[in-house]
C-alpha cells in the first residue's frame, strides 16, 4: 500500500503562483509514475501531468504547458507541481496519483492504483 497526502492548496490571484507537494507513504521502495489530476465542480476528474518512476519522462495537459512544471524528489518521497500564471479556469480540487512505472506515463486515472484526498486550488479574477 501506498499513502499519498497532497498539500500546498490555497486561494491566489489570477497570475499568482502555488507548488503543491504529495508526499508518499508505505510501499514506496517500489517503482512507481506519478501524476497529477484535477477536479471542478460538476466535472470529470482531468488529467494535469505525470512523471515516471525516475523523473526522467513528463507529460502534461495542453492547457497547462508552459505553465506548470512536475518534479520528484526522490529522497523525500515527494513529487511537486509548481502552477505558476494561475488563470480562473485552474481553479480545482488537485489529486495526487501513483501507478505502476511504465514504458510511457499515461494519463488514464484508472490506470493509477493511489490517490490522495485531493486539495483545494481557488483563482481569482
Known amino acids: 500500500q501506498v499513502q499519498l497526502v497532497e498539500s500546498g492548496g490555497g486561494l491566489v490571484q489570477a497570475g499568482g503562483s502555488l507548488r503543491l507537494s504529495c508526499a508518499a507513504s508505505?510501499?514506496?521502495?517500489?517503482?512507481?509514475?506519478m501524476g497529477w489530476f484535477r477536479q471542478a465542480p460538476g466535472k470529470e476528474r482531468e488529467f494535469v501531468s505525470a512523471?515516471?518512476?525516475?523523473?526522467?519522462?513528463?507529460r502534461y495537459v495542453e492547457s497547462v504547458k508552459g505553465r506548470f512544471t512536475i518534479s520528484r524528489d526522490a529522497a523525500k518521497n515527494t513529487v511537486y507541481l509548481q502552477m505558476n500564471s494561475l488563470k480562473p479556469e485552474d481553479t480545482a480540487v488537485y489529486y495526487c496519483?501513483?501507478?505502476?512505472?511504465?514504458?510511457?506515463?499515461?494519463?488514464?486515472?484508472?490506470?493509477?492504483?493511489?490517490w490522495g484526498q485531493g486539495t483545494q486550488v481557488t483563482v481569482s479574477s
Open positions: 512523471i515516471n518512476w525516475n523523473g526522467g519522462m513528463t
Open positions: 496519483a501513483a501507478g505502476p512505472a511504465r514504458r510511457t506515463v499515461v494519463a488514464t486515472p484508472t490506470l493509477y492504483n493511489y
Open positions: 508505505g510501499r514506496t521502495g517500489s517503482t512507481y509514475d
